[in-house]
């Protein structure tokens, strides 16, 4: 029975921690763009913005045939990379969005490549 509270203090402590993924979502915003450990390349698009008009990202990428559109829902995450001057990410806007920007998406369900998860933006030139 001296097992019992031992048995409990574990479960508690395991419930506790992150997960893999909310520990990727919680730094994501510290990544480079194209650096993300097991998400650049394989669950994410590399492109260049097109355009963005309502709700929906149109980019280009060497390697798809064709422009290719992206929505973006209300709870999709915008990070403007700043990694080139050697800062943080910080929290970006559709206005970012600019044509002729690199960007890296990831999808929400990366099978379907439909809606995104977080998009994160290459910084532009200051004003």
Do not use: H
């Amino acid at each position: 029975m001296k097992q019992q509270p031992i048995l409990l203090a574990l479960l508690v402590l395991l419930a506790a921690q992150p997960s893999a993924v909310q520990a990727q979502q919680a730094t994501e915003r510290f990544i480079p763009l194209g650096a993300s450990p097991g998400v650049s390349g394989k669950t994410a698009m590399m492109g260049t913005v097109v355009g963005y008009a309502d709700g929906v990202l149109t980019l280009s990428s060497p390697a798809y045939t064709g422009p290719q559109r992206v929505r973006m829902a209300a709870a999709t995450r915008i990070w403007l990379d700043r990694s080139t001057a050697r800062q943080s990410n910080v929290p970006g806007s559709a206005a970012d969005l600019r044509p002729g920007r690199r960007v890296e998406i990831r999808f929400v369900d990366p099978s379907r490549r439909e809606v995104a998860e977080w998009v994160k933006v290459e910084q532009g030139p200051s004003p």
